[in-house]
């Protein structure tokens, strides 16, 4: 009996059948390099595999912000590996935390002859913070089939991007991001190496925004989208009217929109 309630612990069931989820993953040997493990049930061979990232300023938050999400796209019948990540420190910077997703998608990728999902190709999925870093991510590494970025802080070295910073005392935050001291005022040549913005490579893109987020303004989705449209790269931007830094995904109705986009987009470029 006791194996069973455990079981049934970390078993769901959606309009796709049973799913299965696996918590807590160690990929490396910090405390916040561990992953959870969501998996449809049936033939897993062509399914989708996303890595999924939390938001949190970089510097808090972790899988607990990301797990509904988790789920919810699993429902759909996709692989998904919900990733933690450390924080960032003097000594920890976006390479590193760039590191730790990397680690993460070969973990997985390892995983993949144990449940027979796809070893490579994944899709990478992030909000907020994580947004930023599942752009980064699928611009700058190999074998990223499709990127989804909600309420993505795309281009931490514009004027707007800097004032704001200033306004919320998030500065040293992004120092510590950029590995160096930045210039409130002047170029930072170590902000534009980590601006997904200046990153671009040739990956569909979809773009998901509240107009009214008061934390990264629309103008950062709305200025990548022009960008990729420039560079010729397929991409898809939807604003999300009335809706803050959430994007809706805390409204369940938004939410389910939410989840819907993010599946077709991630459906449509699992080639």
């Known amino acids: 009996m006791k194996h ?19 918590p807590n993953l160690a990929y490396g040997k910090s405390t916040q390099q561990v992953l959870d493990l969501y998996i449809p049930d049936g033939n897993l061979s062509d399914v989708p595999v996303v890595i999924l990232i939390h938001g949190g300023a970089w510097s808090m938050g972790g899988l607990e912000y990301t797990r509904k999400h988790a789920q919810d796209i699993c429902n759909q019948g996709l692989v998904v590996a919900n990733v933690d990540y450390r924080y960032v420190t003097d000594k920890i910077s976006a390479q ?40 980064l991510y699928g611009y700058t590494k190999k074998n990223v089939k499709s990127i989804t970025a909600l309420c993505a802080p795309s281009r931490l070295d514009s004027p707007e991007a800097l004032e704001f910073l200033k306004k919320t005392g998030l500065f040293d935050i992004v120092e510590k991001l950029a590995g160096t001291n930045i210039n409130a005022n002047g170029i930072n040549p170590a902000l534009t190496d980590i601006s997904p913005y200046n990153t671009i490579s040739n990956i569909p ?8 987020d008061p934390v990264v303004n629309v103008s950062q989705s709305q200025n990548l989208y022009a960008e990729l449209k420039t560079k010729g790269v397929e991409t898809k931007l939807i604003i ?25 987009w991630i459906l449509q470029h699992n080639k």
Do not use: W
């Open 240 to 264: 999300r009217e009335g809706k803050g830094h959430d994007v809706g995904m805390n409204s369940p109705e938004t939410e389910t929109q939410n989840i819907k986009d993010i599946t077709e």
């Open 96 to 135: 590193d935390l760039l590191a730790d997703i990397n680690t993460a998608v070969n973990y997985v990728s390892d995983l993949s002859t144990k449940y027979g999902y796809a070893k490579n190709g994944y899709h990478i999925v992030g909000i907020s913070a994580g947004a930023h870093l599942a752009l």
């Open 205 to 212: 893109t979809l773009l998901i925004h509240g107009d009214a």
């Open 4 to 22: 069973f309630v455990i079981f049934l612990l970390f078993t769901c069931f959606s309009s796709f059948g049973q799913t299965k989820s696996f």
